[in-house]
């Protein structure tokens, strides 16, 4: 379709409205439509308020249930949903509910905790990798890069037998350990664009240290990557904690977990006990859906900042 340019006269006014009075339009031969420019992403509201639910949920559980996920009732097992046990209970007679809240606060804990650590240490190793001479750069990376290449469960598995007993401090910093390759070259080509910069080669031109850079430049650039990598990490944490749990291979079975419960489906399928694979299945994917509608604003955010620099 051959399209035609069209310069819109400058009209009164849109000077000081700040409308481009040169702008070009694209108008498709015989329509009189004009293509729209795309809308920004809008904050994610409803997956904000679900995810705050989820977590006050998880941290009040005492105030939502009177049961304790230690507590196994005898004349309570494989009961499914009623009034005493809303979400039902499993083969040894714990209440779902409890256990879901219960277990949230761990799933949770690891998910944050290894966000956090692979962020900062993705942070560190990229900017000291972006900063450094092109021999050094180099020599970071190719490290880097193999890490990445080697599979990522034989290095928890690894990392697990050197650590000893798996606890959720432990386990939390395994996943960190094993999952802040991807990041931290993320983070060194951020660096390599910003240090490149005209404004950083106008301040140094004007004579600005390192550490003025870095201060007023460099870490201000950095929070919105730095915020994207931690929502990011933190559902990949909590998906990569519920797949060792089902495998066996997370915490012990006196420690619940939301992996430790989706474990538990294997046997709720012979029994036919569809609360507990529903019901978790449900809280966990819910808390996936609603961090990575956060991870994608984040990420929309980031690129439109980048762009108007």
């Keep these: 379709m051959r399209m035609r340019k069209l310069h819109t006269p400058c009209r009164s006014g849109q000077k000081r409205r700040g409308i481009d009075p040169h702008r070009v339009q694209l108008w498709p031969r015989g329509r009189g439509m004009v293509r729209k420019q795309p809308r920004r992403r809008k904050f994610p509201r409803a997956a904000l308020v679900l995810l705050l639910l989820i977590v006050a949920g998880c941290t009040f559980a005492a105030w939502l249930t009177p049961y304790e996920v230690s507590v196994m009732d005898g004349q309570a097992i494989s009961l499914a949903p009623c009034l005493a046990h809303p979400l039902g209970t499993d ?8 256990m879901l809240l219960y277990g949230g606060r761990l799933s949770l804990y690891i998910g944050l905790l290894s966000a956090l650590l692979s962020s900062l240490l993705a942070l560190v190793y990229g ?10 750069d180099a020599l970071l990376m190719r490290f880097c890069e193999l890490l990445m290449s080697l599979p990522s469960l034989i290095l928890v598995l690894f ?19 094993t999952s802040w390759m991807t990041l931290a070259k993320l ?15 106008s301040a140094k031109i004007m004579g600005a240290d390192f550490t003025y850079l870095l201060q007023k430049h460099l870490l201000p650039n950095l929070i919105s990557p730095a915020m994207f990598m931690v929502v990011s990490s ?14 066996g291979l997370g915490l012990p079975v006196s420690q619940v977990s939301w992996g430790s419960l989706l474990s538990l489906s294997k046997n709720a399928l012979l029994s036919n006990q ?3 694979i529903l019901l978790p299945g449900l809280v ?3 808390t996936l859906v609603c961090i990575t509608e956060l991870g994608e604003y984040a990420r929309a955010r980031n690129n439109r900042l980048q762009s108007n620099l």
């Design 91 to 98: 083969s040894l007679g714990r209440d779902l509910l409890a």
């Design 127 to 136: 900017a000291i990798s972006g900063l450094a001479p092109g021999a050094l």
């Design 159 to 177: 990392l697990q037998a050197v650590w000893g007993k798996p606890t959720p401090t432990s386990i939390a910093m395994v996943l960190a350990l």
């Design 234 to 247: 933190f559902g990949q944490a909590i998906i990569a904690e519920t797949t060792l749990s089902f495998l």
């Design 187 to 201: 983070v060194r080509s951020e660096v390599r664009r910003i240090r490149e910069s005209d404004y950083i080669l």
């Design 274 to 276: 569809w609360w507990m």
């Design 284 to 286: 966990l994917v819910t």
